[in-house]
């Protein structure tokens, strides 16, 4: 580790841990940014899709002419016409040789699965045109069962969604004799909790434009996944790869949702190719909550073993996860993502888990913030909370008694992963200080004494994570189609400016300022000199995108790498100028100079010398620049302790989160301002899930939950003032030290947050509260408690 | 979502607009902030010929104290109605009910009158508009009419405005001294409608209370009062004997069923927040 540090320290510099504002956002908040929806191109077409009403239907009959008739309107298209050349949408996560991976045409051809499934599409000369044809198309449906309930959809002769049946695949996990921890243990909680569906909700709606010459073609998408886009749309539209430029312009958010290869992308470019003209797509919000790809919805049935003083002996894991209708790109994956972080930070000597999944006739479930790693640190940290009311003991003092303790580091969990490095202790004992743990606790004692209305209940967390979703080698033993190396190139101008090229794809993390950080301070060059580019094809040749919190622990490390290069370089033509030793040339705040003399050059004067080229070292290629792609050893492990008190009212069955208290350790790192943002927002998202997100469905398969006055999203005034701080423990694989912080929040807050409701009602018999906790959900927990105590 | 097409027209006199009205049509529509309109346009749940916009109609907007009565112009927005010195000091409930609408995004924009005109139940100006007995002022091409409160929501969005009729203003009757006010609204986030709204006035003498009236927000397809409530408080001492009037809060209501709540967990809250709203308007008389 100290040698990581030394590393650290050798950027030098006053840039990396500095809370630099962004340097984006003067244009992404004021909107003066090509948003893909603001761009405009001669000649362009508008698309808007007609979809489903129906959650599962035969296509009997398709009329689009209607359409053509209208005003404005260019074109008309059902799936039956575009059969021939719109392939089936990819799955890039085969998680089981046996894997059911059906066929997913872009347009529905013959059967609809859920309601929102597209089914032909409209191409006019504007929006409203586009719009107002969709209600000329003539559609006619013959009604199939709905499958809506994955327990229901796993029995024998219940209605299937495809052909094949509603299993997907089973995979499991084991480690440890798990029949003998479960034999005879003094303590069993045995619980199944319910991770609704919830419907990630980017600022900016997904929007994208595709053009053509006839021969190149262009897609801008509000996508967080330019590269990998391009190398899918070319395996499934057919356009070369080398004919096939993706730009992700400024992108809105994505929260996972944009890591996708979606219909919509793939019509588009369809429909460039066949009409020859730029077309235009742009969801509305309503649209999206039907189609944007869900997340969570996982029945997870949990079972702890422990000895009676609360020291875990194995955990076992059954679970079912709804794909919904189809397999999208990493649909299967998400679930094996938590597959290793149920154990979370604590040891035991048997692991098992099992995990199924199903086929429903509803909108196809993917990655949303903190995918598969929300799901299991809620399953354990709630059965933590379980434990401790079951023998009688404080959970935090449950948790001591089972955590890796700071000494045992790098350990090697019962999932088999390594967590190099990790300090429970020390962000729990800053996080009870700020909390004011003990005094809470005693005002919670006396409302209970009281039998007072709003009772007080206190919630942790103590979560890990696994981020910078890295090793290739890893990935593929999982089976996963992609690598998790990420690229970089650094490149200094004539006059001393720098670019960054990065192979990550921002969508609101501020990569252009951390990025600029952390090369102003390795080259030694102002952090206004740094300008980064990304998120287009023909400019950034490689890379992996941004997701899974891996952007700056795999591609900062790239960019390190490639600045490492970028002076390693010049130091030798600065030696060759100083007719020097390239030994005896040391480099320090953007100056080599000859070790015992006065000489030096800058770096931007070397720039300049391999521009002109007049006097290189032989064999030096002009120009200073360089490049590095990275593939890490090994993901990283962020963890912290979240505490929260929340005030719950018994009569409305309202609850009030009084206080918010997140101590994290995301390793080192490069922009406080950065992390605090991605802190808040991750919390926020987090406590969304405990009390207010759910998308329903109703008993027909229709999506209730179409607009924002019925899928809840809270807003600041909701959400209370959250204390953080940090405890900094770096991460020794890689050279900053750093481990990633973009879904830490989100994994963290919601069992914080049900486990405070939960200790607020304890004294009235309850054990849980499904999530979302909504104050009916509460008042009828509480109330089905007092009939039965009755 | 995007609206089908439609006429904009402008006017900007209230003749203008009745005419306007007039001409356009069975399928023309009034619109005022607009927030609660176009939505079902962009829904595509409406779809009006052509929208007049008396947004510009000067005499439609502004708060005036006319001696008995508070009179409040429709297209004067939430924002205003919160800070009027006027609504404030003679019908502080409209006021206390007005600053719980929304965000204050959503205040700059709504007007009081479309509030009212919309008769969207889960609102919360119509039930203030019940339990204060409210006069509604409209205006048509043929002449001028008054509509009591009481008359003027006939079912769920559907108010006694005919087509071609304009709701001018609001006639607030000052209740005189003694009187107590609160607004209690459950709600699951601060920008979300009332799951449950209870308005309160009371009037309180030597600690028991003399007169109630108690207005339900979201109870049924329209706003009503809770005449049990002010039939039992009449009298009563402001203690427990409030609990129990307050208990009487879903009689005769008809709450309804959506994703935010179930009709019996309604009614249980109507009776918990009318319980609260009686005690904090008894404990804060005004005047
Ligand atoms: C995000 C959001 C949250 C909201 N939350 C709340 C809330 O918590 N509580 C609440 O009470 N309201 C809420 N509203 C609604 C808000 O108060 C609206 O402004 C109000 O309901 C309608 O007023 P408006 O001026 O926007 O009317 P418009 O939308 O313009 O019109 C509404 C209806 O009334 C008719 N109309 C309007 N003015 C007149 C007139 N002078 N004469 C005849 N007919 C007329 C229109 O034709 C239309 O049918 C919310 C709205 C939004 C967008």
Known sequence: ?790 | MIPASFDYLRPSTLDEALTMLAEAGEDAKVLAGGHSLLPLLRLRLAYPAALVDVGRVAELRGVADRGDHVYIGATTTHDEVVHSPIVKEHCPLVALATATVADPAVRHRGTFGGSLAHADPAGDLPSVAVALDMEFVVHSPTGRRTVPASGFFLDYLESALEPGEILAGVRVPKLGPGWGFHYEKFHRTAQAWATVGVAVAVRRSNGTVEEARVGLTNMGPIPVRASGVEEAVRGAEAGESLREAAGRADEGTDPPADLHAQPDYRRHLARVLTHRALLSAAAHPTG
């Open chain 1, 1 to 790: 580790m100290t040698e990581q540090i030394k590393e650290r320290e050798a950027l030098g510099g006053a840039e990396v841990g500095r809370a630099r504002r962004r340097k984006e956002d003067a244009r992404l908040i004021t909107g003066r940014t090509q948003w893909t929806d603001n761009i405009q191109l001669p000649g362009m077409l508008h698309v808007a899709f007609l979809r489903s009403p129906m959650a599962h239907a035969r296509i009997t009959r398709v009329d689009a002419s209607g359409a053509l008739a209208r005003p404005g309107v260019v074109a008309a298209f059902s799936g039956a016409d575009l059969a021939g050349e719109q392939g089936s949408l990819p799955c890039a996560w085969p998680v089981t040789e046996d894997i059911v991976i059906p066929d997913h045409p872009p347009m529905a051809v013959d059967e609809v699965r859920y309601v929102g499934e597209a089914v032909a599409c409209v191409v006019a000369i504007d929006r409203y045109a586009a719009a107002d044809a969709l209600e000329a198309v003539e559609i006619d449906y013959e009604p199939l069962d709905p499958v809506l309930d994955m327990t229901e959809a796993l029995k024998e002769g219940s209605p299937k969604v495809h052909e094949a049946g509603n299993k997907s695949f089973t995979w499991k996990f084991a480690e440890g004799d798990i029949d003998a921890a479960f034999r005879d243990a003094p303590v069993v909680i045995d619980r199944t909790y319910v991770q609704q569906r919830l419907i990630p909700s980017a600022m900016e709606p997904r929007a994208v434009v595709a053009q053509t010459d006839g021969d190149q073609f262009t897609l801008h998408s509000s996508t967080q996944i330019p590269h990998i886009l391009r190398v899918m749309l070319a395996l499934t539209t057919g356009i070369p790869e080398h004919k096939l430029r993706v730009i992700a312009p400024d992108v809105g958010g994505g929260f996972g949702s944009k890591l996708q290869v979606t219909a919509e992308e793939v019509l588009c470019l369809l429909l460039t190719r066949r009409m020859g003209k730029p077309v235009k797509w742009t969801e509305s919000r309503s649209e999206g909550n039907l189609t944007v790809h869900h997340g969570r919805d996982q029945l997870q049935h949990i079972r702890l073993a422990a000895e009676s003083d609360g020291r875990v002996r194995a955990v076992q894991v059954d679970l079912l996860a709804d794909m919904g209708a189809y397999l999208m790109l990493v649909t299967p994956g998400i679930p094996l993502l938590g597959a290793f972080m149920y154990s979370g930070i604590y040891k035991m000597d048997a692991y098992d888990f099992t995990c199924t999944g199903v086929f429903t006739t509803k909108m196809p479930t993917d990655a949303y913030r903190g995918a598969g790693r929300p799901e299991a640190t809620y399953a354990i940290e709630r059965v933590m909370d379980e434990l401790a009311a079951e023998i009688g003991v404080d959970p935090m003092e449950v948790r001591r008694r089972n955590w890796i303790e700071h000494s045992e580091f790098p350990y090697t969990t019962i999932c088999n992963l390594t967590y190099d490095s990790g300090n429970y202790e020390a962000a729990t004992e800053r996080a009870l200080a700020l909390f004011g743990y003990d005094k809470l606790r005693a005002e919670q004692a006396d409302r209970r004494e009281r039998r007072d209305p709003v009772q007080l209940g206190i919630g942790i967390s103590t979560y890990t994570e696994m981020c910078g979703l890295a090793p290739s080698r890893v990935l593929g033993s999982l089976s996963y189609g992609a690598g998790g190396w990420e690229h970089a190139d650094v490149r200094m101008l004539p006059t001393g400016k720098v670019e960054v090229v990065t192979g990550t794809s921002p969508h609101g993390q501020g990569h252009e300022t951390a990025w600029s950080q952390i090369v102003a301070d390795s080259l030694g060059v102002p952090y206004e000199d740094v300008a980064v580019l990304h998120g287009d094809t023909a400019t950034s040749h490689k890379g992996m995108d941004t997701y899974g919190s891996r952007s700056l622990a795999v591609g900062g490390i790239a960019v390190v790498r490639a600045c490492d290069k970028v002076k390693e370089k010049a130091r030798h033509v600065a030696a060759h100028l100083l007719e020097a030793s390239p030994d005896d040339v040391e480099f320090s705040e953007g100056r080599f100079q000859v070790r015992g003399t006065g000489a030096s050059r800058t770096i931007q004067e070397i720039a300049l010398a391999t521009f002109a080229a007049h006097d290189l070292p032989d064999g030096f290629e002009p120009r200073l620049d360089a490049s590095a792609t990275f593939d890490p050893d090994s993901f990283s492990f962020p963890h912290g302790t979240h505490l929260c008190a929340v005030e719950v009212d018994t009569e409305t069955g309202a609850t009030a989160i009084r206080s918010y208290v997140a101590v994290d350790d995301v390793g080192a790192v490069v922009n406080p301002l950065i992390v605090e943002g991605q802190v808040h927002g991750g919390i926020a998202q987090g406590i969304a899930q405990a009390l207010f997100e759910e998308a329903v469905y109703d008993v027909d398969g229709n999506l209730l939950t179409t607009t924002m006055a019925d899928y809840l999203l809270p807003s600041a005034a909701d959400l209370p003032s959250f204390v953080t701080d940090r405890t900094e423990t770096p991460a020794t694989t890689n050279p900053l030290g750093v481990k990633g912080v973009g879904e830490a929040g989100t994994i963290a807050s919601t069992p914080a947050v049900v486990n405070a409701i939960v200790d607020a009602l304890r004294p009235y018999g309850v054990h849980d509260v499904r999530m979302p906790c909504t104050p009916e959900r509460v008042w009828r927990t509480l109330r089905s408690r007092e009939e039965e105590s009755a």
